[in-house]
């Protein structure tokens, strides 16, 4: 089939490299959004997917809305067979969705219909999920609302951040795409519609949810660092002052809420439950380091507490 991949940042590489690399199928063009500054340097920055799509040769549409005429006009002129899309951010008009002879095809990071909505990894390890994993189906004018067409599930590790586990889900719901778009150019594969039962949503994550608050039990902490790791970043606050926290262990014995106890062994940090260890922490202005380094440092009075 004549693709037109839409996707943007690092998770949706592993599915465009695999269409690109397809005997079945051909991209012909990619969709992503427009380059952005970032970094340190407020470079103007191209998209992963777009620079995959550079290094192939393959053109590259930026549109600031896909509602935009000219981009309507660009992509009618292509005809796409089917447009597959992953992670693309930006809403698809009514007047795109019917280009494409088999629409558009989305790759999910959910079991659907679970986590609808922008962050479904990050909302499965803060709601504790055992399993996540990825789900295609035929984008509708609703939120992830679309009949599916296939699932693969991925087990939650105990020590899963959000990045890990995307890293996996990216690379085999890319096998999963690839497969859906066989068996939709085949003809052997009929689209089923979500049940209305189990459905939850994942907004995007904001700075604010990765704070921590010590008067949670022990796993809840465990899993919101997590779940936030490595974006938009856990943090607490000492002396009006953000840290960015890395992941935490947990561990059996108790110590007053927030109270912070720097030993040989490690930094230990109370909660509503058991307390537990720190593993790295960035100051203001500094890398992340070993917690142990960033305490000794500190020079932590006796009693010190994060608020």
Not at 86 to 101: F, Q, T
Not at 169 to 180: H, I, K, Q, R
Not at 273 to 278: D, E, M, S, Y
Not at 294 to 303: D, M
């Amino acid at each position: 089939m004549r693709l037109v991949f839409a996707g943007t940042p690092e998770p949706a590489v592993p599915s465009l490299r695999r269409l690109i690399q397809s005997q079945r199928h051909e991209v012909v063009a990619v969709v992503t959004r427009p380059d952005a500054v970032a970094g340190r340097g407020r470079k103007v920055t191209r998209s992963p997917i777009g620079l995959l799509a550079d290094e192939h040769g393959i053109p590259v549409f930026t549109p600031g809305r896909p509602s935009e005429p000219e981009f309507v006009e660009q992509l009618t002129e292509l005809a796409p067979d089917c447009c597959p899309v992953v992670a693309y951010g930006a809403l698809l008009p009514e007047k795109v969705l019917g280009i494409p002879k088999h629409g558009w095809i989305n790759l999910h990071f959910s079991l659907l219909p679970a986590w609808r909505g922008a962050a479904p990894v990050q909302a499965a390890i803060l709601a504790g999920d055992e399993y996540s994993g990825a789900s295609t189906f035929l984008i509708e004018k609703g939120l992830d609302t679309g009949p599916v067409f296939g699932t693969m599930t991925e087990k939650v590790g105990l020590a899963d951040t959000s990045g890990v586990l995307l890293e996996r889900l990216a690379e085999s719901g890319a096998v999963l795409l690839e497969s859906t778009l066989d068996a939709v150019a085949d003809g052997t594969v009929q689209a089923v519609a979500q049940s209305n039962d189990g459905v939850s949503y994942a907004p995007k994550i904001e700075s604010e949810a990765g704070r921590i608050r010590w008067d949670e039990p022990a796993l809840a902490i465990d899993r919101r660092i997590r779940a936030v790791t490595p974006a938009p970043g856990a943090w607490t606050e000492m002396d009006d002052k953000r840290l960015k926290l890395g992941p935490v262990e947990l561990l059996e014995e108790t110590l007053p809420i927030g109270t912070i106890e720097v030993r040989k062994s490690g930094v230990y940090v109370g909660t509503a439950t058991t307390a537990v260890r720190l593993t790295q922490v960035q100051p203001p202005g500094k890398r992340l380091m070993p917690a142990l380094d960033w305490a000794r440092g500190a020079r932590l009075e006796a009693g010190a507490v994060f608020a």
